[in-house]
């Protein structure tokens, strides 16, 4: 039995507009839009100016979350400022090689969330790309890549930013990340800030390129040692898992990355997988890949490792490698799991508490 294809189209990009003075007009209009948002919420700018608000001003929103009562209101308001300050980058950067949202269902899952005021919370961050050329000395121009992803509380809490360029080392980009990570802590607390860490990067990352490195050495070997090892787990649901193929990929990714979980296969279909965060990370991109009715993330779990080895890790794991696991299969087709064995498993693992999350329901063993 194969699986129902699923169409995807892609986010409506604005056309380019020539002149600095259409990006102006542009960036005035999203940020008239921001600012009414922000205003539902009871925000507060504390850098606000009189008359039509800048693309920050607007999106300025210090006390709007304070003032908010009840978390699934809070989360819907987050929400409605994300999706706002995305708006106000694609009508400011209309090319793909200027903006491209990299996660297409999780703008589609966070768009949903606010449309249908949902107390269900998205299964994965908004991720996106700015590109940005900055003049050199002695040489034409520099792109830097700026990885952006941005956490359900944001701008609560600062998005996750990452800076790479081919010009750069990777000594260069731990001080380069670590300055605009200071930059964004001291200046952007609780305000959204994509924008400003754009100009901060434009303005600053060039000089990274002409350090004498010599001088930073120490700093960039202590930044290196403190990076953290972080364990993920994901709990990923679908609406079926027939296809004989996909289960059979599910297994050996899940083998050549190191990970360890187990896959239901049936209606609904159940994969949990944990290890190396970017081993999970890998793993969702490829299995998102393929066609499917429906699939998302249910649940993630992180853990920082300070330093975390081999050791660390495996204490970690609740699964000792992956394997499919089906519960006397029911069902005029044979694709139906007792989920009460279901329960009872996840349980013995320690995990009793995803069976709410998937399905609703609190979950009981049969003794």
């Not at 809070?74 to 400022?81: D, R, S, T, V």
């Not at 940005?132 to 930013?161: D, G, H, Q, R, W």
């Not at 890949?289 to 970690?316: C, F, M, N, P, Y």
Request: glycine share 6%.
């Amino acid at each position: 039995m194969t699986d129902s294809c699923r169409s995807q189209s892609g986010t409506p990009r604005v056309q380019a507009e020539g002149t600095a003075a259409a990006r102006q007009r542009s960036e005035s209009r999203s940020g008239r839009r921001v600012a009414a948002a922000a205003s539902r919420s009871g925000a507060v700018c504390s850098r606000g100016t009189a008359g039509s608000p800048s693309a920050q001003d607007a999106l300025c929103g210090r006390r709007w979350f304070d003032d908010t009562p009840g978390a699934t209101k809070m989360a819907n308001q987050e929400a409605e400022i994300q999706i706002s300050e995305l708006d106000l980058l694609s009508s400011m950067f209309p090319y793909e090689e200027e903006f491209a949202v990299t996660d297409q269902l999780a703008l589609a899952e966070l768009k949903h969330h606010v449309e249908n005021e949902s107390a269900e919370v998205p299964s994965s961050k908004v991720q996106f790309i700015l590109n940005i050329k900055t003049e050199v000395p002695n040489a034409s121009t520099v792109e830097f890549s700026m990885a952006c992803a941005l956490p359900f509380k944001y701008p609560a809490v600062l998005p996750e930013i990452t800076v790479r360029s081919s010009s750069v080392s990777r000594s260069q980009q731990i001080l380069l990340n670590s300055d605009l990570k200071t930059y964004l802590m001291q200046n952007f607390s609780g305000e959204p800030c994509i924008l400003s860490a754009r100009e901060w990067v434009k303005d600053h990352a060039a000089a990274y390129i002409d350090k004498d490195l010599s001088s930073f050495s120490m700093a960039a070997s202590d930044a290196t040692k403190s990076e953290v090892t972080t364990f993920t787990r994901l709990w990923i649901y679908s609406h079926h898992i027939y296809n004989k193929q996909k289960r059979k990929s599910i297994i050996d990714w899940a083998r050549e990355l190191s990970l360890s979980g187990f896959c239901m296969p049936g209606k609904p279909g159940v994969v949990c997988v944990e290890g190396l965060q970017s081993s999970c990370e890998e793993f969702w991109s490829r299995i998102r890949r393929l066609t499917w009715k429906r699939i998302l993330i249910r649940h993630r779990e992180d853990v920082s490792l300070e330093g975390g080895g081999h050791a660390e890790i495996q204490k970690q794991r609740k699964f000792p490698t992956l394997e499919e696991k089906c519960f006397d299969a029911h069902g005029a087709q044979g694709n139906h799991m007792d989920l009460g064995q279901l329960y009872k498993f996840l349980e013995e693992k320690g995990c009793a508490d995803m069976f709410q999350m998937y399905f609703g329901v609190e979950g009981h063993s049969r003794g």
